[in-house]
């Protein structure tokens, strides 16, 4: 159980596109999600708190028009990398909060590793 | 921001060898979770502490938090090459959601 997945697992854009990455919670639902991104050999940086229904959280310093979050239902969440830049090459990588659950334990998805031109 | 100081950042250790990774802040944390994530891919929980002094077994892995909760520490005895990986220990924010992360501690387990 607790299983995260996120599509696609590797995009590849053009310098100024939009780029979607999927996160869902397959078999629970998740009343939180957060979007992390992570630099190689480097920890991972929690961009944004995502709650099902409402508008996202952003941590300071991240671009909330740029990295647009959408949390429509208790499984799913969308991060949007707008007028995407070389710079915005990183892993990015979700996690869900079971609703109710230990001690808030994330579980996490496989990432999206993004590279811009 | 509560900050989790891990350490070593590095460790490369050759098979059946034992090692501890710690994991320190000036801040106290209601629960702290350790991650063990591979390249390329997502961090997996390894486990949960929540009470001071606490100590959980997973196999090889010892974990234990500290009295103060303010620090945990992560013991892999007979260390084998499937144990290579990053190490992150994680504390429940102030907000009691986000998670901060230790910025990891890469190890590499050799044949």
């Known amino acids: 159980g607790a299983v995260v997945s996120q599509h696609p697992s590797r995009v590849i854009c053009k310098s100024g596109t939009s780029v979607k990455i999927e996160c869902r919670s397959l078999?629970?639902?998740?009343?939180?999600m957060f979007w992390y991104r992570q630099f190689p050999k480097q920890s991972l940086m929690l961009m944004a708190t995502s709650n099902e229904g409402s508008k996202a959280t952003y941590e300071q310093g991240v671009e909330k028009d740029k990295f647009l979050i959408n949390h429509a239902s208790l499984t799913l969440s969308t991060l949007t990398v707008t007028s995407a830049h070389p710079e915005d090459s990183s892993f990015y990588i979700c996690s869900a909060s079971i609703a109710g659950g230990y001690y808030n334990e994330q579980f996490f998805g496989p990432g999206t590793r993004l590279t811009v031109l | 921001t509560q900050l989790l100081e891990q350490s070593p950042q590095f460790l490369s250790i050759q098979e059946g060898e034992n090692l501890t990774v710690y994991c320190n802040s000036s801040s106290v944390f209601s629960s702290l979770q350790w991650y063990r994530q591979e390249p390329g891919e997502g961090p997996v929980l390894l486990v949960t502490?929540?009470?001071?002094?606490e100590v959980k077994k997973l196999k090889r892995l010892t974990f234990q938090f500290g009295d103060a909760r303010k620090d945990s520490s992560l013991h892999i005895t007979a260390a084998q090459p499937g144990d290579t990986g990053l190490y992150l220990c994680?504390?429940?924010?102030?907000?009691?959601?986000?998670?901060?992360f230790g910025k990891g501690t890469s190890l590499l387990v050799t044949p």
């Open positions: 078999d629970f639902q998740a009343t939180t």
């Open positions: 502490v929540v009470t001071g002094g």
């Open positions: 994680a504390g429940l924010s102030n907000s009691g959601y986000a998670l901060n």
